[in-house]
């Protein structure tokens, strides 16, 4: 078994543990920053590293448009082809194929899409998916899922659990008669569906752990519901989901969504939220969000939070980050995305010690009380 | 005397040196990266450290638009505005008002011009281009010249060179009669102009000697002649300039340019060639130039130059960085720019070594045989 479980909050359902892949171990409860093409957009993989990143995740439909699988096997797999020498995470592109409005038709066999380059059309099977993630090499693959919006009808969200059940089945058998391409092996983990119906989140959860993964994600969240909603499926399927193995709420979300989750017992979180919203010149700190092209921080000679260890915050003005995000270099967007990737990291690494220290809701409250202030 | 000339070839004009700032030294010959608003584009200050540089360039109107002096000011100078902790030297901004076309009208008093941003107008007098210099506590200060395009009449070359004498007197006054802002001394260096006129280039370089700067900057070539008249207006302005002071050829060029400028005795460069040409994929390399963007580049498993130990080469293949180029990734352009600006000091730094041992031309034809080939 990858996952280890070390020690449960004894106030909350919070719990951190390791995961072992052949590419180092990481901690959760974990962040995982987002490099949807093979890089976290503008870092280097030793920037990553240096905000404290201990595993990444990437995305198998965007690595199969582009650079393709011929490549990524040419090169060795994405370990070799990116540089990043650490566990590597990749979602499946069924969310892609949803999200991305690229969906054609969806069958018992697939999904048929659009490429949103050069509108080739492409076929993903459940089986496909797992030997593109075999080209890629990724530590942990997630099998093709299917997923609907919320609100969904009771019935659309039981078809959505169903056939990713049945796919989920297709993967697994399909993960067990391949190898992996290259010297390391290669986990698979489940994804529970079901919509927002407590009913169909067990069902889910009980069929995929008949097939038996070695992990378990939470999908289908993010994609409409209110908090507490998102809240309420998320607490029955930590519940539903076996105790020692690995809990994933796949694409969420803000710093608070991501303390919740802890709470309420995950242990993997991944969201584009603090590389996208870096980008824009918004940042995260202890005391709430900046936006640093705010013309308000043009002579601000701190950084962006007084005691952060990150590259930016050490070397950096908020002054001279506003004024290179005020001229479009590329500099400015890479220490904003340097300093919210640390800070995700740092949140979870917070967490952590304060699970072990049997204090996770006071330092979630503590936390948000600051951030709300 | 900031200046000391340490070797001179046997068999060339090209020489060694060693010129000194309160920001430390730097070696001649020696190319600057440009950094026109504060920033090499996509390169932080280790980056640009970890490529070789030992003083980098910015531009007085450039800064003057944005940040501006008050905020210059507020943070102490450049130095502690953009964390480049070395030397550094800025031009005047005569040659953007020319080139960006920004220029209003042009009096004795100076140059009235409106901002390419906003369409603000406003006056650079010599005197003013010396405060504003002040304001940016750049090592190396550049007089406002005036220059003309080439090729350019006998009289309107005289023009240029009569007008750029008068300011470089009112400049040096100036600098004489204020102080530094800063803690460090800043140097002041005039620039000789004349056209393609041998009569006219030695008259500006006797005016601008009997002023007396700390260097000699030839400026208005990389302007529109061809290569022999640019070599030969070279040659002929390091003959009438003084052996002990430094020389810098401005905004020039490609690397044989800069090879071609060391042979006839130049000591400092500075050209966007390297970063301008890394934001479109080109790289240089000493068999020649690649154009990283193309399809052939797509599996290629080797760095840009093998026994290259830029960032770049040291730690990805050309295919990766093809990869990145194609999904515009910026990391892409980074590792583009970080090979270009290391190739350009290392091209100084082999000619320094090829100088102390007497054999320049044959590096030079070397590596022209070699690059061409």
């Given at each position: ?285 202890y005391s709430g969000k900046l936006n640093l092209r705010n013309a308000k921080h043009r002579n601000a000679k701190g950084p962006i939070e007084p005691g952060c ?65």
């Amino acid at each position: 078994m990858p996952f280890t479980l070390e020690h449960t909050d004894s106030k909350t359902k919070a719990r951190t543990g390791v995961f072992k892949t052949d590419h180092g171990s990481f901690e959760t409860p974990m962040f995982m920053p987002v490099g949807t093409i093979g890089t976290v957009k503008s870092l280097s993989p030793d920037d990553l590293k240096s905000c404290g990143a201990q595993i990444m995740l990437s995305n198998t439909y965007h690595l199969y448009l582009r650079p393709g699988t011929e490549i990524l096997e040419e090169f060795g797999g994405l370990h070799r082809f990116n540089r990043w020498n650490g566990p590597i995470l990749t979602d499946s592109g069924g969310f892609q194929i949803y999200s991305l409005n690229d969906l054609i038709t969806s069958s018992e066999e697939g999904v048929e899409f659009k490429s949103h380059y050069d509108g080739s059309r492409h076929l993903f099977t459940p089986e496909r998916v797992v030997d593109i993630q075999r080209s890629i090499g990724s530590d942990i693959m997630m099998v093709l899922d299917y997923l609907t919006g919320n609100p969904a009808d009771y019935d659309t969200a039981m078809e959505a659990h169903l056939q990713t059940l049945r796919w989920a089945e297709r993967s697994r058998n399909h993960l067990n008669s391949t190898k992996p391409l290259y010297e390391h092996q290669q986990f698979q983990f489940g994804i529970v569906q079901g919509g927002t119906y407590s009913d169909l989140r067990k069902a889910s959860a009980d069929g995929l752990m008949q097939i038996g993964f070695d992990g378990y994600a939470i999908g289908g969240l993010a994609v409409g519901e209110d908090a507490p909603t998102r809240r309420k499926v998320t607490d029955e399927c930590t519940d539903y989901l076996p105790e020692n193995q690995a809990r994933y709420l796949m694409g969420v979300g803000k710093p608070e969504d991501i303390l919740n989750g802890i709470e309420l017992g995950v242990d993997m979180f991944d969201c584009v939220i603090p590389s996208r919203n870096a980008r824009n010149g918004s940042v995260f700190t202890y005391s709430g969000k900046l936006n640093l092209r705010n013309a308000k921080h043009r002579n601000a000679k701190g950084p962006i939070e007084p005691g952060c260890t990150c590259y930016a915050c050490s070397n950096f003005s908020i002054g001279y980050i506003h004024h290179m995000l005020k001229i479009n270099e590329m500099l400015g967007l890479r220490l904003a995305t340097t300093h919210n990737i640390h800070f995700y990291l740092q949140l979870v690494k917070d967490s952590r010690k304060a699970i072990k220290e049997n204090r996770f809701a006071e330092f979630k409250q503590e936390f948000l009380e600051n951030v709300n202030r």
